[in-house]
T-cell receptor
Framework: AQSVTQLGSHVSVSEGALVLLRCNYS??????LFWYVQYPNQGLQLLLK??????LVKGINGFEAEFKKSETSFHLTKPSAHMSDAAEYFC?????????????FGTGTRLKVLA | GAGVSQSPSNKVTEKGKDVELRCDPI?????LYWYRQSLGQGLEFLIY????????KSGLPSDRFSAERTGGSVSTLTIQRTQQEDSAVYLC?????????????FGPGTRLLVL
């Protein structure tokens, strides 16, 4: 069964500092992997996704993530945090289960950016 | 074009009452998902509709929860005899065809409070 673990429910960084949000997954087959962002009182918005092409995936707003099969990880990074990056971030995995592509989400990481 | 819309945006009800939550997916999207987001939790999968296939109801927490999708478009999630633990944000998402690696587009959610 697939699962997603996000280490750290809350992460604080200073403005301009590196952002690193961790995601590990378990899947019996090569998965599809996603990062979504949720701003206050809004739905989720796709940041980026891995679909078995390049292992380094670039997304919107300067975010990127690297798929590392050996570590079963898909950590999200951004070189320099901006105040507008404060939000909740969700990692998700999707695989075919009996003909259905079900998405499993992590519990989320709330990012706080300090001035 | 228009995104996924949900109504109402907020719903306050008394314990024991029934509620109906509505989702309008993106036009032409055949796949539709319902999730529940409780405070401090990730997204919990509830139900998945794909075209005219039988829905995947494996995530519904009890028989008080049901959902339908009429004409392959609008979906309604019904919670009967609401309980306080049903208080959460209910998110709807749609995607083009329900195949692997697709982006899900989320609505803003319905915030349900059961008193």
């Amino acid at each position: 069964a697939q699962s997603v673990t996000q280490l750290g429910s809350h992460v604080s960084v200073s403005e301009g500092a590196l952002v690193l949000l961790r995601c590990n997954y378990s899947s019996s087959v090569p998965p599809y992997l996603f990062w979504y962002v949720q701003y206050p009182n809004q739905g989720l918005q796709l940041l980026l996704k891995y679909t078995s092409a390049a292992t380094l995936v670039k997304g919107i707003n300067g975010f990127e993530a690297e798929f590392k099969k050996s570590e079963t990880s898909f950590h999200l990074t951004k070189p320099s945090a901006h105040m507008s990056d404060a939000a909740e971030y969700f990692c998700a995995v999707s695989e075919n289960t009996s003909g259905t592509y079900k998405y499993i989400f992590g519990t989320g990481t709330r990012l706080k950016v300090l001035a | 074009g228009a995104g996924v819309s949900q109504s109402p945006s907020n719903k306050v009800t008394e314990k024991g009452k029934d509620v109906e939550l509505r989702c309008d997916p993106i036009s032409g999207h055949t796949a539709l998902y319902w999730y529940r987001q409780s405070l401090g939790q990730g997204l919990e999968f509830l139900i998945y509709f794909q075209g005219n296939s039988a829905p995947d109801k494996s995530g519904l927490p009890s028989d008080r929860f049901s959902a339908e999708r009429t004409g392959g478009s609008v979906s309604t999630l019904t919670i009967q005899r609401t309980q306080q633990e049903d208080s959460a944000v209910y998110l709807c998402a749609s995607s083009s065809n329900g195949v692997g690696g697709e982006t899900q587009y989320f609505g803003p959610g319905t915030r349900l409070l059961v008193l």
